[in-house]
């Protein structure tokens, strides 16, 4: 335990951040591989730091060990410096726990959080000298698994993946475990295991046995099985129960400061909100909460185990649990006497967020955080934010009078309906809670001179599943313009010296929605991407914009093709997957979008979504 | 009240850096709930010093942190409060970051980082990194011209450009013992002395040179100055000041 390297001291001494890759981290589970059966890699396809803070992770990660029969161990992204060393020596890449080749384990598990994640998956691959295409792997090979948001849509990663687990990780693993192992025994092939696991267990999509066929102008003519036994479609495996679902109460505690520096507390899952452009508000549903019992229980259990000096509740919309108050309560008594730092991200600002905040934080140094995501009244309708203007300022108010001067505001450009108007809102609304502030807080009391506003915005990138998965995505060239008419909209300000204007990068966020909303054809371009030197794509230093545009030229695709505004008719890549949300009601929130109506949440009124169908969660309860 | 730590690092946590083994040492008191002192204030941090910095991929059998305590920890059966403290600290560690004592200081007790003056290390050679033309027979006699010398000039690499200093003030010892050398030198925050600059030192006086990573350095212990009975200086091990409370009475009994 904790005594073998696969790295050299030479190595070791050479390239940054070694700790990276010597595992031993407290909590890290190390097994006696003669005493499993099942050896699993769980690879997050990014660096160290980035992939050690998912959650997502660490939950499979100890529900795999605490099986008996399996050893789960983690594999990361070796960063550029120790890539090259690798390829140059030809070292397989290894897992961490064990430091034991990848290629010799029976899985390799991939989450795909975000798209420019995709050059990553390959290096996985082709460092541990698995073949990139699943079509030629033997049994030699590990059985290639992927995960996570981006495969609601894994058509663009089709090639590259043996089995494709479609929705919470949670339910079906052991029976797919189970599966392998009655397969192994009984002396059959990969071939067999892959056929049996997509027609006997939920959730499976393994994409060898489909086939896509296109029309001439490029569009899906068909998608069907080619095998009799595997399902048309494929539904999402999702956990009814959170309450009894396993937590990792026990984490690992890395060495080096990683991204998510703290202890995580799911909170529950899913969000009642249904904003248009979010794809996680539709693929998560319906919400589902922890109970406030088991979660305080989580809560010690996790200091106690990791040591960790801060915690923070996780989810997609705190304001919305329905315990907060409670728990955060809780939280507040139990880390007042043992020096521990409370984070509440995704808050609403309200009277009770604010007097929460005031208790925890540095008011001095904090910031507000709102995410209208557009400018004016109009555009968050038809997005369906329901945040409005008087919200907003009257947040901003209680915080200004409670002592806050920094505010942070996000907003995308790009929407569907955008017009000159609504990006000079942005502006408009930055000014008004400037202005708000000088009119609150008296000279006198202004603590850092003058208010700091910091408007952010992002560009709108469709995603499958959401209502706004037919939507025309703009170029590079209107983006760019968008963002020029932002900053010159917010300059043209009274009170413009107070606020600082950020916006992202544009290429990215268009190779981000053309692999987004792509289709099988896109695997050819990521291959050959990949093979002419593209890794860590979405580390901006090393996107490499032109290289994609011109590989997918090669591979004769147009960007054009894939950002255009789809029929409502069209098959699109993804609608074999059934994420429980029916494409009759995101057509439905399309409609309502473009008539600029806007739809309750969850709690208020049921949208029919379809979600209820899985007979768990909100969709269960009786409405107040 | 003050409690000294000693602790060894080996294998493959060598790799983690002086910062991150701070880092894994405050979570660790947390998890074996030893009641450390916070500074006040809207980010308080625990009372930890360290002794001086060991380098990444170096092995230490005697590297120190000082805690300010509260309390010790309730002695659990057959130990004192500072083995408890010990056992407590390697039940949540990970191997290779071993807690090996604990010690209560005296108050006059100079904190770890300041005090150190010096440190001892065995250094050898790695599987086929011996420099051409090593020879163990001839070692005390290379040790020993080189230790003739009035003046020991190295170029060091700092932060304002290549400074030369001279190394020969600082080493109190070098010398080759079966497989291996033992060296104690200067490890002030001034003068400190790393031992692959002074072995380099070493080799290039005998005409030798060093390969890349071809030694294996293992810190032995960290010293501080203190007066002996005759009126001179000696090196006094960290690990020696403080003392660990007597086991009490009752414990006593229960010993057979
Ligand atoms: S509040 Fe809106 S944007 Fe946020 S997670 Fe929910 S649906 Fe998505
Ligand atoms: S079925 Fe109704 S309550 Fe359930 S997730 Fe859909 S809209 Fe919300």
């Keep these: ?624 | 009240m003050k409690v000294r730590i000693k602790f060894r690092k080996y294998g493959p946590v060598r790799f983690i850096g002086h910062l991150d083994v701070m880092r894994y040492f405050q979570k660790a008191v947390r998890r074996a709930g030893i009641d450390v002192v916070y500074t006040a204030g809207y980010s308080p941090h625990q009372i930890m010093t360290f002794a001086a910095p060991l380098g990444v991929g170096l092995a230490s059998e005697g590297e120190y942190m000082d805690i300010q305590v509260n309390s010790l920890p309730e002695a659990e059966e057959g130990l004192t409060s500072c083995g408890t403290m010990v056992k407590r600290l390697n039940d949540v560690g990970v191997r290779g970051l071993d807690a090996v004592s604990a010690r209560i200081l005296p108050e006059n007790a100079g904190n770890a980082m300041a005090s150190v003056t010096a440190a001892s290390y065995t250094v050898r050679f790695r599987e086929g990194r011996r420099p051409k033309g090593w020879d163990d027979a001839a070692a005390d006699r290379l040790i020993e011209s080189f230790l003739a010398q009035a003046e020991i000039p190295v170029e060091k690499q700092t932060k304002n450009g290549v400074r030369t200093v001279d190394l020969r003030p600082g080493i109190y010892e070098l010398s080759w013992r079966l497989d291996g050398f033992f060296l104690l030198a200067d490890a002030s925050s001034g003068g400190n002395i790393k031992p692959v600059l002074l072995l380099e030192a070493l080799l290039s006086h005998g005409g030798m040179t060093l390969e890349e990573n071809a030694l294996f350095v293992t810190r032995q212990d960290v010293y501080t100055r203190a007066a002996s009975g005759n009126g001179t200086e000696t090196f006094v091990s960290l690990g020696e000041i403080g003392f660990e409370e007597p086991v009490t009475q009752a414990e006593q009994e229960r010993k057979p």
């Design chain 1, 1 to 624: 335990m904790c005594e073998k390297l696969a790295l050299s001291e030479d190595i070791l001494m050479q390239i940054e951040k070694p700790e990276r890759y010597i595992g031993c981290e407290y909590n890290s589970v190390v097994k006696d591989p003669a005493k499993v059966r099942v050896r699993f890699a769980m690879c997050f396809p990014d660096v160290y730091e980035i992939g050690m803070s998912h959650l997502g992770i660490q939950i499979l990660y100890h529900m795999l060990n605490d099986m008996p029969d399996v050893w789960c161990e983690r594999v990361y992204s070796p960063w550029v410096d120790l890539d090259a060393i690798m390829r140059q020596q030809k070292i397989p890449l290894f897992a961490l726990e064990s430091q034991d080749p990848v290629k010799s384990f029976d899985f390799l598990g991939i989450t795909v959080q975000y798209e420019m994640c995709y050059t990553n998956i390959l290096q996985i691959l082709d460092l541990s000298g698995i073949p990139l295409n699943a079509a030629q792997r033997g049994d030699d090979c590990p059985i290639v698994i992927g995960g996570g948001p981006c495969t609601y849509n894994p058509e663009p990663l089709a090639d590259f993946f043996d089995l494709f687990y479609i929705g919470e990780g949670e339910t079906q693993y052991r029976n797919l475990l189970d599966l392998y192992l009655e397969c192994k025994d009984r002396g059959l092939d990969r071939r067999e295991f892959l056929l049996r696991a997509a027609a006997e267990i939920p959730g499976m999509y393994a994409p060898a046995f489909y086939e896509a066929s296109y029309r001439e102008d490029g569009t899906l003519k068909s998608f069907v099985p080619t095998e009799e036994r595997v399902p048309r479609k494929v539904r999402k495996e999702i956990v009814d129960h959170m309450s009894e679902a396993p937590y990792p109460v026990k984490p690992v505690v890395p060495f080096i400061k990683v991204t998510q520096d703290r202890v995580v507390l799911e909170i529950q899952r899913g969000c009642i909100r249904g904003c248009r452009f979010c794809q996680a508000g539709q693929i998560y549903r319906p919400v589902r909460e922890r109970d406030v019992k088991t979660l305080q229980g989580y809560a010690r259990e996790l200091l106690k185990n990791t040591g960790q000096e801060e915690i923070s509740l996780s989810s997609l919309s705190s304001s919305d649990y329905s315990g907060l108050q409670e728990l955060v309560n809780f939280l507040m008594e139990e880390c007042a006497g043992s020096h521990t730092n409370i984070s509440l991200p995704s808050l609403r600002i309200d009277a009770f967020s604010l007097d929460v905040m005031s208790k925890i934080q540095d008011v001095k140094k904090s910031s507000l955080t709102f995410a209208p995501e557009a400018g004016s009244q109009r555009l968050r309708d038809v997005i369906n934010k329901g945040l409005t203007e008087e919200v907003i300022l009257n947040g901003a108010r209680l915080a200004f009078e409670g002592g806050w001067t920094r505010v942070k505001l996000y907003f995308m450009l790009g929407l569907p309906t955008e017009t000159l108007e609504d990006i000079q809102g942005i502006a408009q609304l930055c000014n008004k809670i400037a202005a708000l502030f000088y009119e609150t807080v008296p000279k006198e009391k202004r603590v850092n001179g003058r208010v700091q506003i910091v408007a952010s915005t992002s560009f709108f990138v469709p995603k499958p599943f959401t209502p706004f998965q037919w939507a025309k995505q703009c170029t590079k060239e209107e983006f760019l313009e968008k963002a020029y008419q932002t900053r010159t909209a917010i300059g043209s300000q009274l009170n413009q010296k107070s606020i600082k204007y950020n916006w992202h990068e544009a290429d990215a966020s268009v190779m981000e929605g053309i692999l987004a909303r792509g289709d099988r054809r896109l695997c050819e371009v990521i291959r050959r991407v990949y093979e002419k030197g593209s890794v860590f794509d979405a580390w901006g230093e090393y996107y490499d914009n032109a290289r994609w545009l011109e590989t997918m030229k090669e591979c004769g695709l147009s960007p054009d093709f894939y950002t255009r505004e789809r029929p409502l008719d069209e098959l699109l890549p993804w609608d074999f997957i059934d994420c429980g949300v029916s494409k009759d009601f995101l057509r439905r929130e399309w409609e309502k979008a473009k008539r600029e109506e806007t739809s309750e949440n969850c709690r208020v009124k049921c949208q029919g979504c379809g979600a209820a169908g899985f007979g768990c969660g909100i969709c269960a309860v009786a409405r107040t």
